[in-house]
């Protein structure tokens, strides 16, 4: 089994019970949010989204739990869409509770997969995209050293208006150079 030490996490395989528990503990921020509601997401498809992330572990996907030392899982991320033959793929990370926001846990399981995707899965580019909204995953992209690199303008509705889609990018030597300067 898997499993990627952070500073404050520790990333590991998703379980059934472990996708049941995010689903039934994602609270959505209505104050701040941070991406549109998904429709229709409930504790009663966790067995199906657990059986997809199986299905497309290891060839399109890599998704991990992101756990507290304790053991308690409090969100998810991933490396979505790998392109073996071009060596790169898109990233996707959740937190499930308010509560654990901006702690910090999002950055280490940000900066702890992509170590994994670029020292043992031989990524060269990685790349995230976030509504202009959403500045927390703003400021995790940029504290992990994603460069913004453009704007698909007006490209998604959400809540009567349209909005930006910002994407960023971080190739292996950026993140390297990150490393060694710290």
Not at 91 to 115: F, P, Q, W
Request: glycine share 10%; proline share 2%.
């Amino acid at each position: 089994m898997i499993k990627l030490n952070g500073e404050s996490i520790y990333l590991a395989p998703l379980e059934k019970e472990h996708c049941k528990k995010i689903m039934e503990d994602t609270e959505y921020d209505f104050e701040s949010p941070s991406e549109p509601v998904t429709i229709g997401i409930s504790s009663a498809n966790s067995d199906a989204w657990f059986d997809e992330i199986q299905k497309l572990q290891g060839n399109v996907h890599i998704r991990l739990g992101i756990f507290l030392p304790d053991g308690t899982v409090i969100g998810d991320i991933a490396l979505q869409n790998i392109d073996w033959k071009n060596r790169s793929c898109s990233l996707g990370c959740g937190l499930t509770k308010l509560s654990y926001r901006n702690k910090g846990y999002a950055t280490d399981a940000v900066k702890t997969i992509l170590h994994h995707g670029f020292c043992y899965l031989g990524l060269e580019r990685i790349s995230s995209s976030t509504q202009e909204f959403n500045t927390g995953a703003q400021r995790v992209l940029e504290k992990c050293g994603f460069i913004l690199e453009g704007c698909e303008r007006k490209a998604r509705y959400f809540a009567g208006r349209r909005y930006d889609r910002l994407i960023y990018g971080l190739l292996r030597e950026e993140f390297d150079h990150g490393l060694l300067a710290e």
